[in-house]
């Protein structure tokens, strides 16, 4: 989603308002390490999460929300056509019913390591630790807490965080990861061939894939969305997972299309959006987060490749969705068969 080299602008009202919730929530995290009430206070108030907060704001005003719109342009390679594999389910085939098409949060995500960094803890915990200080300064003189109060806070800080490094980069984890759930990713493939891919997401071989127009929407920038929101971005497979140090928290800049060679099988281009500009959110299932939903522009479906092993039932809603008279009357229905010479896929057109 995010693209390197794009300097920060003065960001508008609603992006400043965006930011300013954000950081609001990282400033009411809690620190659970059983201070003393006042020494708890104080901690709240300057220890490393407010940090973490300006990091993370830092890192949103300068690459997610402070540049203003520019014309999009495709992306090298990016090909005319990018497919989208699914299962049978009720929900799936809504898809082409209703036209529209789920942007999923990262925890969501079947690889839970998705969009997420690895962290590490601060090389110095004293000099991270007074530095929070200082970077706090004006906050503790406003709230007139004593030079002794600031001291106990900095010693308690500093074995904490000396004897339990791990819970220093937890709690950085969990704001990283709780916030970058305000973002919803969909995931698409340049081939409706792959067998990994119909064995994995198509409910092996029982699902369908669809074939989505790279110039249509939603896989493309809408009004109001800054650079790389809307925009159709190859997805980089790298040796290892990204890890930052929690200090200082610098993320990548593209972050959210970065994966492990492990899943480079897919061959995978996403379009990463905030939920909050999907337009459609839905009632959660038993357990989970709300389902968020874009339109689909009817002209974006191209194609409609069914499953070998679909069932009937799959088979005729499909064709009804694209039958002569509905929005997609034009879409190319085709049905999966195995080649008998080899081991490969080849489709069948279904009039």
């Not at 300013?20 to 020494?39: C, I, K, N, Q, W």
């Not at 106990?152 to 970058?180: G, H, Q």
Request: proline share 9%.
């Amino acid at each position: 989603m995010l693209v390197p080299g794009y300097a920060a602008s003065r960001p508008t009202e609603r992006q400043a308002a965006w930011l300013d919730a954000v950081a609001t929530s990282f400033r009411e995290e809690t620190y659970a390490g059983g201070m003393p009430s006042v020494l708890k206070a104080i901690a709240n108030e300057v220890h490393h999460l407010r940090d973490v907060a300006n990091d993370v704001r830092r890192y949103a005003r300068t690459r997610l929300r402070t540049r203003q719109p520019q014309p999009a342009s495709s992306p090298p390679g990016l090909p005319p056509i990018l497919y989208k594999y699914v299962g049978a389910k009720p929900h799936h085939l809504a898809i082409l019913r209703d036209l529209r098409i789920r942007f999923t949060q990262p925890d969501e995500l079947n690889d839970p390591f998705d969009c997420i960094p690895g962290i590490t803890p601060p090389r110095d915990v004293a000099r991270f630790v007074d530095d929070t200080f200082a970077r706090n300064q004006a906050e503790i003189q406003r709230r007139g807490i004593a030079p002794g109060q600031v001291a106990a806070a900095r010693a308690e800080m500093i074995a904490s965080y000396t004897n339990n490094p791990r819970d220093l980069v937890r709690r950085c984890f969990t704001i990283v990861r709780r916030n970058m759930n305000e973002l919803g990713v969909l995931s698409l493939s340049t081939r409706n061939d792959n067998m990994a891919l119909w064995a994995h997401y198509a409910e092996t071989h029982r699902g369908f894939v669809i074939g989505l127009r790279t110039s249509g929407e939603p896989l493309m920038k809408r009004p109001g969305e800054v650079a790389g929101e809307g925009e159709v971005l190859r997805v980089v497979y790298d040796a290892g997972r990204p890890i930052v140090p929690c200090d200082p928290l610098v993320l990548p800049s593209d972050l959210l299309v970065r994966k492990e060679r492990p899943w480079s099988y897919e061959e995978e281009w996403r379009v990463v959006r905030r939920l909050a500009a999907c337009d459609h959110s839905l009632p959660p299932p038993p357990a989970s987060p709300n389902v968020f939903l874009c339109d689909v522009d009817p002209a974006t479906f191209v194609r409609v490749d069914i499953g070998m092993d679909a069932e009937r039932a799959t088979i005729d809603a499909i064709r009804a969705a694209a039958a002569p008279g509905s929005r997609l009357h034009h879409v190319e229905v085709f049905q999966a068969q195995m080649d008998a010479g080899r081991t490969r896929i080849e489709f069948e057109r279904i009039p």
